[in-house]
Each structure stands twice: as C-alpha cells, then as structure tokens.
C-alpha cells in the first residue's frame, strides 16, 4: 500500500486546508497542493500547472528530484515526493488538491492503491462570495458576484458534476462544510471512522496554513454570505445552481431548488437501467467513463434516450476525423 492513502477536494477557498489540518491533526502529512492526477502518468506533471512549480515553490522539492519522481507510475511518484519533502514522517500521506473534485472518478481510477477520496463541499451563496473577492477584490461582494455570476455558475456546477456520481460510493466521503464547522464533534467522528477507524481527535497545534486562523471552527464563515448578499441574488445563486440542490446548506432550500436535481438524477438511473450500465467504473476504449456522470453532463443525451457509452464512442470517432 502507498504512504499515500486519502486525497482530498472540494471547491477553491471552501475548506479543503481546513480538512487537511484535521487530517495533519491525526498523523497525517502533506505538502502544498499535488495535482498529480490530473494527469495520465507522472510523466505530464511538468505542464501541469501551477501544480508543477508549487513542488519547487511551495514542497521545496529540487529540480532533480521532481525529475525523479516522474520517472515512473504514480505510486513512485508519491513515495518520491513524501520522502523528500517530510523525510521524518514515517506515517501516512494524503494529496490535497481542490481540483480534483471537478475529476474525482478519473483521478482515483488513476490511482487504485488509495483508500478513497473525502470531498468537502460549501453551498453555493458561500462559494460565490469567497471566489468574487478573489476576482473582483476592489467592490462589493455582490457587485462581485454579478459582475462574474456565469463564470462562477460554471465552475461550481462542473465541480458538483464531476463528484456527484460518486455520493454514495462507499470509498468517498462527502462532507458539507456548513455541518463540519457547526457540528465539529459529529464530524471528527465520521471522518476519523471513515479513514482510521476510530474518531478523529480535535486539532491542538496552530495551523500550518494562514488561512486556517484558529484550531476553533469559525462560525462567521458560514452565515458571512447572509450579510453582505440580498435575498435577490441568494435566489438568483440558488435558481442558477438548482441542479447542484444536493450541496444547499438548507434542507428547506435543498427540496425548494431540488426539482431538476430529482428529475435529472431519476431519468438517469431508468437509463443506466435500461442499459444495464453502472454508476461509475467504466472503461471504453481504453479510458476510464463514468455512464453517469456523462448523462448528467450532457443533459441532451439524456434527453434523446440513447446509450452514452455508444454516444462517447461515436463521439470519440468523429473527433478523431477532425484534421489536426
């Protein structure tokens, strides 16, 4: 087994430094964020940035060694990586990178000695305000939020559409960031089942990460986006993001906006179903495929009814006919 046992995503500035200090709380380790898997092999880590300078800048990982540890599979890739970096470290590792919530499928196929993948996720109003400061730092958040609302929309329904087929698999653990800060305890628990076997301990030593401002949860962190948007545009995230409704904070809202999530989620389970196809775990024509997660992608396929196993192949040869 890899040193390497967890990764962990979720949305940017959503929480995910905040889970890896109760994992570092609890004989964990690891670095900046990796993004290893966001690549086919080691070997593509070099353009994939700005994964690949942060192991200099920021795992201060020399230029030899991450020439190394791209030299062979995955599992040499981490164990390269863990040793050079935390050489005092004799326990296990985790990978956390945001990202890789938006291909949770594609980067555990990539890597099947993990454990599994704990996905932390915030609801949308808090999302769209935490991105608008980091884009638009010099207005208000909702000015923010309207000035980038389609491009904001995008990423967090394509981050919720590339995790979501896997909310109820057994080796991912969704964590919803509004209960871990109000519900620390019940949550220390979970997660400590979940990865060790046995409840996680509180976090004791101060944070690694700025960011982290305390080793108490912070409540203002998720009622901030109640002051400073107006109902108007909490309705207008809420209507934007409906298909996202299982990542509401609110149970009132999550069966208010849940219409579409329903209806999406019941006609693709009739026509896996119908073609007798999982969930997840697919390979077609040498790649990994999620049958779900692409009917929920591409609404249109799941319209038309027709198998998306036979549509991504198709779809796979006419791309191959474009001249390059």
Known sequence: MSQVEFILGGYERGGTTLLSEIFRANGY???????????????????????????????KIDDVTRKEAI????????????????????????????KYMEH???????????????????????FFVSAAKRLAPNVAPEEGVDVNFKHLADHYLSYFIGSIAHLS??????VPFEE???????WLKTLGMFAIGKPFQPRQKPPRF??????????SKIVEFDEVL??????????????????????VERARFGDLWEETIDKAKRRLKQFDLPAVGMVVEGNYFE??????????????GVNPVNHYRNRGIREKRIPA
Request: hydrophobic share 40%; proline share 9%; glycine share 6%.
């Open 29 to 59: 380790e690891s670095g900046f964020e990796c993004g290893v898997l966001l690549g086919r092999h080691p070997s593509e880590m070099p353009r994939i940035q700005p994964y690949w300078d942060m192991l200099l800048n920021g795992w």
């Open 71 to 98: 030299r062979g599979d995955f599992d040499h890739f981490y164990r390269v990586l863990t040793r050079a970096a935390f050489p005092n470290h004799s326990g296990p590792f985790f990978d956390k990178t945001p």
């Open 104 to 126: 949770l499928g594609l980067c555990l196929n990539r890597a099947p000695f993990l454990k599994g993948a704990v996905i932390i996720h915030r609801d949308p109003r808090a």
């Open 169 to 174: 698999q057994p080796n991912v653990l969704f």
């Open 180 to 186: 871990l800060v109000s519900r620390e305890d019940a």
């Open 210 to 219: 700025v960011n982290v401002t305390s080793s108490k949860m912070d409540l």
């Open 230 to 251: 107006s109902r108007k545009m909490q309705e207008r995230i809420l209507d934007a993001t409906r298909l996202a409704a299982p990542f509401f904070a609110s149970p």
């Open 291 to 304: 049958p779900l997660t692409y009917l929920i992608r591409y609404p249109d396929i799941l319209k038309s």
